[in-house]
């Protein structure tokens, strides 16, 4: 995930802002950039890769001394990983960072081509620097003011005027932006850990006001330009404390970043509310001479490859299969030239994964991988690449790194759809939009974290030491990955049943006591799901029943109930899963086990 830091001051800017940039590195980046003003202009030195050639190329810089100056670290969303993708982007008037997405550049980039300007990069941060180019004529407030009445999605940005060199401004929306007040200047950042050493004094800027720093002031403004007291906050964060963001662990904070992993992972691929892959490198109509699509995949990633199955198989019957890549190797699987095989990956680096990639290219298989780490082994391979942008996911237990691999497949299960033509344009345009609602019921149920951590106290998950997931359909595919996080985390042994093959055998398992979670999301098998937990209930069973707002069901089985915002059945997993990664973190909680690093688990697997 990109990082900002901005400084100006009585030092020199140059190793202060590559020194926060090195803070920042945790996030996970592409490339790095830096612009410092200084009397002679603005100079910008980018590069794509480690911090270190960045600094080689700073070194090259001619002598002048400069205080003043803005940095970033990129995780690309908008174009691949190169030095003219890096920010800053910039202008002979101006340059900028940005964090965040803006939905509506394309009109931006044609408003901007129209009026002359040409785009050195793919980005859309670059649009932000044209158009502030455009209205600036001297007074950047009402440039800034401008800009943003003209951009939509999200920002974060830090901005230096070529004719201003000993001050910075910044703004923001959705992404966040601090200030830091230190002895020998002030600072923007994007987030604490790149400022830590330097000063523990800092204000939250909020959205609709413009600041503006300088070496010993601080002046934040409201759009209509009349000057704001802000609190100034004391921070008394160790540096694991400031990359965790106040939250006791990093899956919870994971947890939490879903909403913007998403609205990251999807608004770069989404133009007027249609899906559009070719910033991705995917060519036109790409999936039309498919005719069977492979999932391989290890873990959690292998279970969105289940529903990816299921989405695409709903949308467009395109035959799907889905394999664990350490059993796909070895069963001599039929494959055929028109096969499409999808590898999922986190890490990007799982070594069953990766040799499964590599076994269906000696083949002659098309692959495409989609990953979260940038420049990963599986991300340079494969033929063609869909980055989940997740940023870093340092837990063991992944959790936005799923949903963002469900978010990617939804999309291309919808492309799919509309490229075989079993869906039109009006439908694509519908499921986006309520695609888009999902993300915001998410935030809902992180605000009713609450609520999960009751059922987990009410039912003594402390003292349980088995327990079954059940549901049909989607919600059967959902336990499965809710079954895992469970086991990973809180060390609960617990299996995940499609509702109806429990009474098959495993229902021997059900005494009195056993605690069954039972998911019931879609309405029209309700009452066959209702059957057949009341099959467990007869046995003793007590149920956590997780079901969709609207649904009837009798008061008997409400007794432990999260009822999920109603939903179109094909996006309930989107709001499931948050409710079962809750699950497991206080499940795991309550046993006092360390979340962040389960026992016998590694992030990234890299043995057969
Ligand atoms: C490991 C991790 C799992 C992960 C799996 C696949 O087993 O502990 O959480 O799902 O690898 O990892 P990948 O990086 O390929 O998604």
């Not at 910008?44 to 700073?58: I, M």
């Amino acid at each position: 995930m990109c990082g900002i830091v901005a400084y100006v001051g009585k030092e020199m800017a140059e190793p202060i802002l590559i020194d926060g940039l090195a803070r920042l590195e945790y996030r996970g980046y592409d490339s790095a950039g830096l612009s410092l003003a200084g009397k002679n202009g603005i100079v910008t030195v980018k590069s794509q890769g480690r911090l270190q050639q960045l600094k080689e190329r700073v070194g090259q810089l001619d002598s002048e001394d400069r205080f003043c100056g803005i940095a970033h670290t990129r995780w690309a969303s908008h174009g691949k990983p190169s030095d003219a993708n890096a920010h800053p982007h910039y202008t002979e008037k101006v340059s900028l960072v940005h964090n965040g997405i803006i939905e509506n550049y394309l009109d931006l980039k044609n408003f901007a081509q129209n009026n002359n300007y040409d785009f050195l990069s793919e980005t859309d941060t670059e649009t932000v620097a044209k158009l502030l180019d455009y209205f600036y004529q001297g007074n950047p407030f009402s440039a800034i003011k401008k800009v943003i009445e003209k951009i939509e999605g999200s920002y974060a940005l830090a901005i230096l005027f070529a004719d201003r060199p000993k001050e910075i401004y910044g703004i923001r929306k959705d992404s966040p932006l601090i200030i830091g007040l230190g002895q020998t200047g002030n600072w923007l950042a994007s987030d604490l850990t790149a400022i830590l050493p330097y000063t523990k004094q800092y204000i939250l800027l909020e959205e609709n006001e413009i600041v503006q720093i300088q070496e010993n002031e601080v002046k934040i403004y409201s759009l209509e330009r009349e000057m704001k007291e802000k609190k100034v906050q004391q921070m008394n964060w160790s540096l694991e404390e400031a990359q965790k963001n106040h939250f006791p662990h990093f899956m919870l904070k994971e947890i939490f970043d879903q909403p913007t992993a998403l609205k990251n992972t999807l608004f770069p691929r989404l133009r007027k509310n249609q899906i559009d892959f070719r910033q991705d490198g995917l060519p036109e109509n790409f999936f039309l001479p498919f005719k069977k699509i492979f999932f391989v995949a290890c873990g959690t990633a292998m279970h969105a490859g289940n529903i990816g199955k299921f989405l695409i198989e709903s949308f467009s019957r395109i035959p799907t299969e889905v394999d664990f890549a350490s059993e796909f190797r070895y069963r001599n699987p039929i494959l055929k030239q028109d096969d499409l095989m999808i590898f999922i990956s986190q890490s990007g680096e799982t070594a069953d994964t990766l040799a499964a990639l590599r076994l269906a290219k000696s083949k002659g298989i098309c692959t495409l991988a989609i990953v979260n780490a940038v420049n990963s082994s599986i991300a340079r391979e494969a033929d063609y690449l869909l980055m989940t942008h997740a940023g870093p996911e340092i837990a063991v237990a992944s959790t936005k790194a799923f949903s963002t691999q469900l978010i990617l497949l939804f999309i291309l299960a919808l492309h799919l759809a509309q490229q075989k033509q079993a869906m039109t344009k009006d439908e694509v345009s519908l499921a986006v939009s309520s695609l888009k609602n999902s993300i915001v019921d998410i935030e809902g149920i992180l605000n009713r974290k609450e609520e999960v951590q009751q059922i987990v106290q009410k039912l003594d998950l402390l003292h349980t030491e088995h327990l079954f997931f059940i549901g049909r359909g989607l919600d059967y595919l959902v336990g499965l990955e809710a079954s895992l996080k469970l086991k990973e985390i809180s060390y609960i042994h617990s299996e995940a049943y499609a509702a109806g093959e429990l009474k098959h055998g495993t229902i021997a398992l059900i005494e009195e006591g056993s605690i069954v979670v039972a998911i019931a999301t879609d309405e029209n098998i309700l009452a066959k799901t209702i059957s057949n937990i009341k099959e467990v209930v007869a046995r003793g069973a007590k149920i956590f029943l997780v079901i969709a707002e609207g649904m009837e069901v009798e008061d008997s089985l409400l007794e432990y109930c999260f009822v999920l915002p109603k939903t179109e059945k094909t996006l309930s997993p989107f709001l499931s899963t948050v409710v079962f990664q809750l699950f497991a973190y206080y499940a795991a909680m309550e046993r006092g086990c360390d979340v962040d690093k389960p026992k016998n688990l590694a992030k990234s697997v890299t043995i057969e």
